[in-house]
Each structure stands twice: as structure tokens, then as C-alpha cells.
């Protein structure tokens, strides 16, 4: 049907997904980790919440995703860190995890991560290339048609799952409300999504995902997570 493929090619979006683990680890640390932080800033200090130490998640090296999203084009490191107790804070505000960044990998230290009691086993990441990914069923268009909505799974409208970077958001429960439903003040565009990892040992909730997304215009310094569970 002509009005499918159309729509087919108006959704889909090119991803970069995160195998974990399966390889042996590498000597550079130069590359991306599930579990594991190798790299920060001269003199960064590892960030705390409320007094404890919080987990290395996931270091992204942008340099060997097979896709980058324009809107990480500017990034050479990206570092996540989460606070165990995540679930009972404000999220969306900023509390229970954060962020960091690098433009280039030039100048960055090499660190020993302290003792932080991460429960977290920390695997290297190999990227694979998602040639087209679709939305979930929540983030269609509000102006697509019913004939669409009513049967776009049969027809061949996949989001692929997994830790990775671009693509569509998976869904668990409905749209993520960041900008403009909710109005969030840095008008954060969806960059990228870490998804729970059995193997690593890593869960949000009951199967969850978490996604993260990055401040437009004057705020592109500035990062909002939300996570959604069963």
C-alpha cells in the first residue's frame, strides 16, 4: 500500500544499538562500557547523591557508533552515572543521576573508579547498525490515520529494543513527557536510551528503559532522564 510506505519512510530512523559484553575487554580506554566509566575530565571529581557514590552506567564513545544523531555530532564522551536508589528521587529534576560530557577525547584522564559498591557488572559495548527504526505506538503522529493506528504493528512497524544511541524511544507505559506536553524548560530532544541489561545485571524497575534526552538551543548543556517500567 503506497500510503504505508509513505509513512514508512516519514518514521524511520537510524540507530546505533549496544551489544553487551561478548567480546574480550579492550586495553583502550578509549571505548564504550556498559557498567564502567574509564575516562573524565582533568580534575573532575566522581559525583555523589545524598553522600554515596553513584554507579558508573554507561560510557558511550561516539566515535565508534555507526550512527550518531545530529544533535550528539559535537560529543566525543558521554558518561552516565545513576544513584542505586534512583526510583525514590525526582528524576526528571536532575536528582539520582547525571550526565557528563566530553567534546574530545584529547586530554582526558584515565581514572580508577573509587569503591562504589556498584552491584552493576560492567561489560564492554559493541555498536551494531539499526538501519530503521520505528516509533511505539504512542508516539505516532496525532494527525495519522485510524486505518494506520489500528493495525501498525502487523504491518512491519518494528521498534527495536536494547541500550542504544538515536532511533525512537521504546515505550513501556506511553510518550515520554518532557517538551511540549510537559513543558520542561530546556525543551529536551530524546537522544539516546539505556535499556535494562540482565547480563550486566542492570534493571529499571520491572523491565524498564531509561531515556535521556538533551536541552535545545541555549540549554544543549543541559540533560533530562525519565524511566518507565511494567
Known sequence: MKEVEDWRRRFARKASRMTVGGSR????????????VSLAEPAEMWPVCQGRLMWPLLQIVVRELPFCPASLSDIAVIR??????????????????????????????????????????????RWELVEADYPTHDDLPWD?????????????????????????????????FWAPMNKH??????????????????????????YFG????????????SWQCC
Open 185 to 210: 524548560p530546556h525543551n529536551p530532544q530524546y537522544a539516546f536510551q539505556i535499556d535494562t541489561e540482565p547480563k550486566a545485571h542492570w534493571m529499571w524497575g520491572d523491565s524498564g528503559v531509561g
Open 214 to 225: 538533551r536541552g535545545t538551543g541555549v540549554h544543549q548543556d543541559e540533560w533530562a532522564m
Open 144 to 176: 495519522s490515520p485510524s486505518a494506520l493506528r489500528d493495525s501498525y504493528y502487523e504491518l512491519g512497524f518494528e521498534n527495536v529494543g536494547g541500550t542504544k544511541v538515536g532511533g525512537w524511544p521504546s515505550n513501556v507505559q506511553s510518550e515520554i
Open 80 to 125: 552516565v552515572f545513576i544513584d542505586p536508589r534512583f526510583y525514590e528521587l525526582n528524576t526528571d529534576a536532575g536528582e539520582g543521576w547525571a550526565v557528563r560530557t566530553s567534546a574530545t577525547l584529547e586530554g582526558l584522564d584515565v581514572i580508577t573508579e573509587p569503591a562504589h559498591e556498584s552491584k552493576i557488572r560492567p561489560f564492554p559495548g
Open 25 to 36: 575487554p579492550p586495553d583502550n580506554p578509549a571505548t564504550s562500557w556498559f557498567g564502567r
